[in-house]
């Protein structure tokens, strides 16, 4: 994708989750310790420490500030228009401080808050019951990220998060392309070619949805060994709490 369709798809995404978020004392089923109100504050405050951290270059102290007497559904709309302005000042190229060393650029920044802007979009509508696919192209991408990022460089990164063993490979394929996750001892490795003992496949979007665990497995299919699944998704929850 290009980060014009990211910024285009976190718009329509921050709109959508503003428009379904009418009953903010409703629970979150996929957050279940969290309200609407929660999760629309949470979101905004992602979005204003991303300003931050392009405006600093740094993670900012003294992190988060208290924003609470400001109305959620404000709160929200003032932080992506704050977030909007600072992708619009800068090129995708720009220098950025982010917590994924190997990229260091507002690109990073657009490209993981369309994909936050999703997750929790879906948030929202599932309090409303009002679910709607995340963007085939965008679930696509969202895929590669989670896997990628969330799993396979943070598993290396913090070992200690997580359980690791060696175990049998899962492919996850979706939107034409396939992914095979390695669980080791020493990380989770992710290669685009390989042969599984599990295959977890779908539509872009429930497969998407799936890995970050706001759908169970009757939204996709399951080939092979069951376990991988669940080895899959115990490793997913250690790397994207």
Known sequence: MEFADFRARLADDTA?????ATDLGARVPSCPDWTVEDLVRHVALVYLHKV???RLGKHPADWPPDLSAEPALAL???AYA??????????PESAAYTWFDPDQT???WIRRMAHEAAVHRVDAELAAGLVTPVAAGLATDGVDEVLRIFLAWTSIEWPEDYTLADSPTIEVRTGGRSWFVR?????VFVDTEGEAATT???EPSDVLLWLWRRVGDEAVTITGDPAGAKTLHALLEAGTQ
């Open 52 to 54: 931050q951290c392009m």
């Open 16 to 20: 959508r989750l503003t428009a379904v």
């Open 200 to 202: 977890v496949s779908g």
């Open 82 to 91: 704050e977030l909007e302005a600072e992708f619009a000042a800068r090129t």
């Open 183 to 187: 669980p080791t001892l020493a990380g």
């Open 76 to 78: 929200l709309t003032r």
């Open 106 to 108: 507002v690109g990073f």
